[in-house]
């Protein structure tokens, strides 16, 4: 679950509408639409020579094609028959399906498994799959978690080169963490491919940012805003607070043909009841539990999307003080922390401001 939230952009939970059309320059675009259960919303401050119509079906490609490499829920998905490979054999996987579970291995690596890409077993037992969302679970018991544990170790995942490998033929990818990261990255993909070089790409709260905004519509909690050269502002939702209450703002300028990203996740929205026990929806990988850390959100920004997304899962499991370790191993990744108690701790070099008043 995200939380930032962008002054023409909204992400989950985060409703405010965006300034009316009418007001915006006429080379201006922004468009939006739904997606894995979510939203999504592009904003380009110039749109060229395309006209809305290509635009909006290159942004359907891209989501078409990460749907098709990483969803759990259509059994022709990439994933899904990688899945009925034998363990040992390579199942070959597009270029973006790839980039997605490489940067997912990345993290698990650096996280010691705090963060994992095959955690299927796990989830199930807590209601948290495809096929079990929705449905009353049984609180799972210490015998059932240690046989979902044995399953989900680090190292049961391997690329070589575009190709998936299982170590054993019980490993089942779960990359539901990083769908939407992924979705991100390969519309961000699509608007540079046809020469765009400023942007803001939103997918269910995952952002990233091209070159800089081209106007100025300053919104509410929810939006995101600009003027002419300035930096990107996304605002970051309080977790604590009423949905589309702003904490922070993060101020977002890319390096010169680089994109930069955002991604929130926390702990107090998206929870569920199992076996009468009220439990947020990320779980520690090593001990097969929900996660009731001292944090209940993190932010962490870097230029790779798919990276932040998995690392703001990651963070709410580690903790802060592990996490600044973590990120230390990713170029130019910086964190903002949320704790239960209320209190908030900025990385130096994070790149906030107040939130907007």
């Known amino acids: ?159 070589q080169g575009d190709a998936l490998v299982r170590r054993r033929d019980d490993v089942r990818l779960d990359l539901t963490a990083v769908t939407d990261g992924a979705a991100a990255a390969a519309v961000a993909a699509a608007l540079r491919a046809r020469g765009h070089r400023d942007f803001l790409v939103d997918v269910a709260g995952e952002v990233v940012v091209a070159g800089r905004a081209g106007h100025d519509h300053l919104g509410g909690p929810g939006r995101t805003h600009g003027a002419a050269g300035r930096p990107w502002r996304v605002a970051i939702e309080d977790p604590r607070a009423a949905p589309d209450t702003p904490l922070r703002q993060a101020e977002l300028a890319p390096p010169p043909g680089r994109t930069w990203a955002l991604s929130t996740s926390g702990t107090t929205r998206a929870t569920r009841t199992v076996g009468g026990r009220t439990v947020t929806h990320v779980l520690d990988p090593r001990v097969g539990e929900p996660v009731d850390g001292e944090l209940v959100s993190c932010t962490i920004t870097g230029p790779d999307v798919v990276v932040v997304d998995a690392l703001s899962t990651a963070c709410l499991v580690l903790g802060r003080t592990a996490t600044a370790a973590v990120l230390a191993r990713f170029e130019g990744t910086r964190g903002l922390y949320v704790f239960a108690d209320g209190h908030v701790v900025a990385d130096e070099g994070f790149p906030g401001l107040p939130a907007p008043g």
């Open 1 to 159: 679950m995200v939380f930032a939230v962008g002054a023409l952009l909204s992400g989950p939970g985060c409703r405010a509408d965006p300034p009316s059309p009418s007001s915006w320059p006429p080379s201006a675009l922004q468009l939006e639409g739904e997606i894995f259960a979510s939203r999504w919303r592009v904003v380009l401050p110039e749109r060229g020579d395309d006209d809305e119509a290509v635009i909006r079906g290159a942004v359907g490609d891209a989501l078409a094609a990460t749907d098709a490499g990483l969803s759990l829920w259509r059994p022709d998905s990439a994933l899904l028959r990688c899945h009925a490979v034998p363990a040992g054999a390579p199942c070959a996987l597009d270029g973006l399906t790839a980039a997605a579970v490489r940067a997912a291995l990345r993290v698990e690596a650096a996280t010691d498994g705090a963060f994992g890409v095959a955690l299927e077993p796990l989830l199930a037992l807590w209601g948290l799959t495809a096929s079990t969302k929705g449905r009353a679970a049984p609180l799972p018991g210490p015998a059932a978690i240690a046989a979902a544990l044995a399953r989900i170790e680090p190292g049961g995942v391997a690329l």
